[in-house]
């Protein structure tokens, strides 16, 4: 009597293990979507930035420069040669202010 209790006992137990196991995997692998997708957005805002630098530097070393560089500045981005075609948003950066004015 006692022996088939433990015996059930131990089947129970070695069902949740299984079952916590399995979760656990799904976990696994949804993290590993999760890091993927992670990754490929990180290497699309990569290119991006390439492409956006690149924009810039051809618009510094072609003629009408400082027009240009002013259009980037207004789109948001910096033109100030320490943050150079980053993300500006809508605050205003006194360093691209000067740069353009000095230009
Ligand atoms: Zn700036």
């Not at 088939?4 to 799904?26: F, I, K, M, N, Y």
């Not at 051809?58 to 100030?80: K, M, N, P, T």
Request: aromatic share 6%.
């Amino acid at each position: 009597m006692n022996e088939d209790r433990e015996t059930r006992l131990a089947e129970d137990h070695a069902e949740s293990l299984v079952a916590a196991l399995t979760a656990l995997e799904l976990k696994v692998v949804e993290v590993q979507r999760e890091i993927r997708r992670l990754r490929n957005y990180a290497r699309g805002l990569e290119e991006e930035n390439q492409r956006l630098r690149a924009m810039v530097a051809e618009a510094v070393s072609g003629g009408q420069g400082q027009e240009r560089l002013r259009l980037f500045y207004d789109q948001g981005y910096h033109v100030c040669p320490g943050q150079f075609g980053r993300v500006r948003g809508s605050q205003g950066c006194l360093f691209c202010l000067s740069f353009l004015e000095k230009s």
